[in-house]
């Protein structure tokens, strides 16, 4: 057998790339392997303005190269799996080619011309190698067809795609327009947020989010969520979760947004330290604080998220005698609403009926309690909304009934039946926010949440 020297130019004639024809190669000096063979590739890089890693590149590339040479004139059964690792680099150029057609952001920065080099020279080393070697291995031809399918699929992604990517920005702008108009057309039905100017609850949407919670573990049945209802300026869309397999209160997850939420991308997190962990699970965030109930000993308590500072008060009258319907433990049942913060329990002396007590948010003490009919072990929950407690009983599996409401301010109480369709029977956390005027439920380890529609006069 003869002893064969190759020596690969790569030249830059950027953007066509030009091969040398064979007579114009270079010999190498042949030196003697124990079998008498000796393979010698070596790289001409005339641009010193070659980019390094694509030189890197090429050269990885030539050393495979090299290796598929010699093998070739071995005549070595290992001929596959060499092909094998050459192949294996086309394929990270695919990838980074199916990368580029999945992201747009990718489209832009995408160097189509640079790539259209590097596939060119594939095409023309293993043209050459082919040649050199007047080999007629079906591994070059599915090599070569590899290769030739890839610079059509550059081609492609620089012609059609890139109209492709601006029929996507117009649609994604008249997406954007749409949406502007819808929420231009809620403010027109709902220009009274903030306003009490009604009289009380007509009904409640069907259910608008279903989703299992952040944890994605349905046995995380005791939590809530929701969003803050007196959010301080830069936390306007906050959103926070919390939740456990026990009625125990370890932690709070907050998101900057709902997306976030749903994405399950928390912005921080807070464990609670010893000592100061809570229970119950009717706890809200108003004004950037968690509200919650401490465990031990049984108190309120507060979480400020600015400050981190936590500060409780003893609520001596408060029964631990007397929980909701569906969960044990919930003595104290924070709620916002358009006329601030609240908190509800039974006493010994209202015998298990509901107390509606109003916080001094300043003080974080009650300014002021109104007992009513409820009798709260038959209650599923409550809830404020303007002044007004709500209380729900349990109905069918799937429904839940608003069934009495007593008003702070005039003392007056009503019993209706305004449904409310549930995901599942239990829940342990269900308040209202004044700033969408939604209810927000913790529906056995799922988000729910629904509109509220008002009486007008
Ligand atoms: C080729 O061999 C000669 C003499 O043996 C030596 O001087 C020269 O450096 C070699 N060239 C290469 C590229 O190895
Ligand atoms: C190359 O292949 C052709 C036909 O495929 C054959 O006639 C020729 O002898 C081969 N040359 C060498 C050097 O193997
Ligand atoms: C190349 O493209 C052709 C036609 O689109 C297709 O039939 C073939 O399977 C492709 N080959 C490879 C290796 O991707
Ligand atoms: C409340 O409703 C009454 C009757 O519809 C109206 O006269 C009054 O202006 C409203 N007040 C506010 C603050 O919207
Ligand atoms: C929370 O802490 C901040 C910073 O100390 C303070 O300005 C704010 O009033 C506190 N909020 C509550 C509800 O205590």
């Avoid at 010999?27 to 390094?52: I, R, Y």
């Avoid at 049942?333 to 107390?355: C, H, N, Q, R």
Wanted: glycine share 6%; charged share 20%.
């Amino acid at each position: 057998m003869m002893p064969l020297t190759l020596l690969l130019f790569f030249p830059i004639l950027s953007p066509a790339l030009a091969w040398l024809p064979m007579e114009d190669w270079e010999s190498g000096n042949v030196t003697t392997s124990a079998d008498g063979l000796e393979c010698f590739c070596s790289v001409f890089l005339p641009d010193s303005t070659f980019p390094a890693d694509r030189v890197q590149h090429m050269q990885q590339v030539t050393i495979d190269l090299k290796l598929e040479v010699e093998i070739q004139m071995n005549k070595l059964v290992h001929y596959r799996g060499k092909l094998d690792i050459f192949l294996g680099e086309l394929m990270d150029l695919t990838v980074r080619v199916a990368m580029m057609e999945g992201s747009a952001d990718d489209y832009i920065k995408l160097d189509f011309e640079l790539l259209r080099i590097e596939l060119r020279e594939f095409e023309a080393l293993v043209s050459q190698l082919k040649d050199s070697l007047n080999s007629s291995s079906p591994m070059f031809d599915s090599l070569y067809t590899e290769i030739h399918n890839m610079t059509l699929i550059v081609n492609q992604l620089e012609t059609i795609d890139k109209n492709n990517l601006e029929v996507i920005r117009i649609e994604f702008a008249k997406l954007q327009k749409k949406l502007e108009e819808c929420q231009k057309e809620m403010e027109f039905i709902k220009p009274d947020i903030g306003n009490c100017n009604h009289t009380g609850i007509m009904s409640i949407s069907k259910p608008t989010v279903i989703q299992i919670n952040a944890h994605l573990n349905a046995g995380y049945q005791y939590g809530g969520w929701g969003k803050d209802s007196k959010p301080v300026r830069g936390y306007e869309s906050m959103h926070w979760y919390g939740a456990y397999s026990t009625p125990s209160v370890y932690e709070f997850y907050l998101y900057s947004n709902y997306d976030k939420l749903i994405q399950r991308s928390s912005f921080t997190h807070h464990g609670l330290p010893q000592g100061y962990e809570g229970t119950g699970n009717n706890y809200v965030v108003h004004g950037n604080t968690v509200y919650y109930q401490a465990d031990n000993p049984f108190r309120m308590s507060k979480l400020n998220l600015t400050s981190s500072v936590y500060s409780h008060r003893q609520i001596t009258k408060a029964s631990e005698r007397f929980s909701y319907t569906y969960s044990p433990k919930q003595y104290l049942d924070f709620s916002a609403d358009e006329k601030g913060l609240w908190v509800m329990y039974a006493t010994e002396e209202s015998m298990g009926k509901i107390v509606v007590a109003k916080i001094d948010e300043k003080s974080f003490g009650i300014k002021g309690e109104w007992t009513t009919n409820a009798f709260k072990p038959l209650a599923g929950n409550a809830f404020m909304v303007c002044g007004v407690m709500y209380a729900t009983r349990p109905g069918d599996l799937q429904t839940e009934e608003i069934y009495y409401s007593y008003n702070t301010k005039t003392g007056e109480e009503k019993y209706m039946s305004i449904p409310l369709q549930k995901f599942q029977e239990k829940f342990v956390n269900l308040h209202y926010n004044p700033t969408d005027q939604r209810l927000y439920m913790y529906n056995n380890g799922y988000y729910v949440s629904y509109n509220v529609r008002f009486n007008k006069e």
